[in-house]
């Protein structure tokens, strides 16, 4: 079952901050954070996996609690590269694959 | 060190049609996953190979099919396109060794059938 992102859309200034949150009806396994920009590949940002355990590329946070199959994105200081859709992915069980969300389109403005 | 590439860029193709999409997995991977995005979704994961063998597959049905090469570079072949086909086919790599490591994805294979 597809994962539920929120907002769907957000517009932010220049510096301030944003939280994009993720959700599941199934217990998951790990949940992976991809950026998307208009016409190309989405980029990797964030993995979190059952246990606490994150690996990330870049300046940012995320959580993941498991109890409440749930994932939250922090962009903090946004500046204008931040901008485009960001996915939340989920693995559950066994499964090898990855259950992508709709997205939450992030604008930031000068 | 090349990424996942993915050829060709775009494609137009008429109803009924068969299409193949190739790709070539990030040096040092040899797991290939499928997804298709639709215009303002997610990507919806279609299969993924391992050892040259189909290990999963999402919810698509068999006109959906694909293959691994020894090489671990893989196609994707749809036949009998329908327009509801249209869309951004992206291919994912990753080391199954390394177990629940980031995906890396192409910048895909845009798709339209007319």
């Known amino acids: 079952q597809q994962p539920v992102q929120s907002p769907q859309a957000v517009i932010l200034r220049e510096g301030e901050d944003a939280v994009i949150n993720c959700s599941s009806s199934?217990?998951?396994?790990?949940v992976h954070w991809y950026r998307q920009k208009h016409g190309e590949a989405p980029v990797f940002l964030m993995i979190l996996l059952k246990g606490g355990e994150q690996k990330g590329h870049e300046k940012i946070s995320a959580s993941f609690n498991e109890k409440k199959q749930q994932s939250s994105l922090y962009l903090t200081a946004s500046q204008l590269s931040y901008s485009g859709t960001y996915f939340c992915g989920l693995r559950s069980g066994s499964a090898r694959q990855l259950t992508f969300g709709s997205g939450t389109q992030l604008t930031v403005l000068p | 060190d090349a990424g996942v590439t993915q050829s060709p860029t775009h494609l137009i193709k008429t109803r009924g049609q068969q299409v193949t999409l190739r790709c070539s997995p990030k040096s040092g991977h040899d797991t290939v996953s499928w997804y298709q995005q639709a215009l303002g979704q997610g990507p919806q994961f279609i299969f993924q190979?391992?050892?040259?063998?189909?290990?999963q597959r999402g919810n698509f049905p068999d006109r959906f099919s694909g293959h691994q090469f020894p090489n671990y570079s893989s196609e994707l072949n749809v036949n009998a396109l329908l327009l509801g086909d249209s869309a951004l086919y992206l291919c994912a790599s990753s080391l199954r060794a390394l177990g629940n490591t980031e995906a890396f994805f192409g910048q895909g294979t845009r798709l339209t059938v007319v």
């Open positions: 199934k217990a998951l396994y790990s």
């Open positions: 190979y391992y050892e040259e063998e189909e290990r």
